[in-house]
């Protein structure tokens, strides 16, 4: 059941989305060569219980940290661990907190020191692939509309979208309906209503789509080992289109970085 969401729920969400947002530009700013995750896990709980909220994936069908860190060919909801990231990485942070009783998610890929032209152009175009998809938030429109706008821009620019994880309806649980898959054809789905609340999240592959999970059970990888990334935003829909509840004032400048952040 897709569940929309009152002008006071919804300000909860602007409140837990703020928290998200600043956390992860604080965690962005201390990525470097040296750094483990586990450091960034440790910092994103302190940040997130400073601000008054708490960490929605910790705990969460027992998922150990506040963070999910997925670096190169790690897709999605790799473990912090004290592995130092290395320059040329690429590190996904993944995150979500409670408060006042509803959820907010979002996340951002974000190069470690100089990077590869081919990954910076993997980061640049799955964070387009995310705008997208949002620019198809909208009165009346499809929920599928969103996954084919994605879908479009990364293929047409060679990469691929991994079918395995979507992005879902979020709310006063972290993940609600309706799925939100990152591919198919556009016009399907539920028509998008005042009030839903979503968290869009493309991952986007350099090689193949396929996935598999390593023995933790946790952390999906790339089956061919190449590198993947991942942004997500929650989202509301509103009478002039949407807000995106979890966009913090220096996304631009961080996009602006990222195109200087290119090893030759």
């Known amino acids: 059941m897709i569940v929309c969401k009152s002008p006071a729920e919804i300000e909860h969400m602007r409140e837990a989305s703020m928290v998200v947002a600043d956390v992860l530009a604080e965690l962005a700013a201390l990525v470097a060569p040296g750094v483990s995750t586990l450091d960034l896990d440790v910092e994103a709980e302190r940040l997130v219980r400073a601000a008054g909220a708490e960490p929605a994936f910790k705990g969460y069908r027992g998922y150990p940290c506040t963070l999910c860190a997925s670096r190169n060919e790690e897709v999605i909801h790799g473990i912090p661990s004290k592995r130092p990231l290395a320059e040329g990485d ?42 997208k998809g949002i620019e198809q938030v909208r009165l009346g429109g499809r929920v599928s509309d969103i996954g084919h706008a994605i879908q479009r821009h990364v293929e047409t620019n060679g990469f691929s979208v991994v079918r395995e994880f979507v992005g879902h309806g979020i709310g006063a649980s972290l993940h609600e309906d309706p799925q ?18 979503l968290a869009i999240e493309p991952m986007v592959n350099v090689g193949r789509p396929a996935v598999k999970m390593l023995a933790d059970g946790w952390t999906a990888v790339t089956r ?10 929650t989202v509301v829909v509103t009478k002039e289109g949407r807000e995106i509840l979890t966009l913090h004032p220096a996304d631009e400048r961080a996009r602006q970085l990222l195109g200087a952040a290119v090893r030759n």
Do not use: C, W
């Open 90 to 131: 690429i590190i996904s942070l993944d995150m979500g907190v409670k408060k006042n009783g509803f959820f907010a998610d979002s996340a951002v890929t974000v190069p470690v020191g100089s990077v590869t032209e081919d990954a910076a152009r993997l980061l640049r175009v799955t964070q387009e692939a995310l705008e």
């Open 180 to 197: 939100i898959a990152n591919y198919g054809e556009p016009g399907r789905g539920p028509r998008l209503a005042e009030g839903m609340t």
């Open 224 to 233: 061919d080992g190449s590198l993947s990334a991942h942004f997500e935003h």
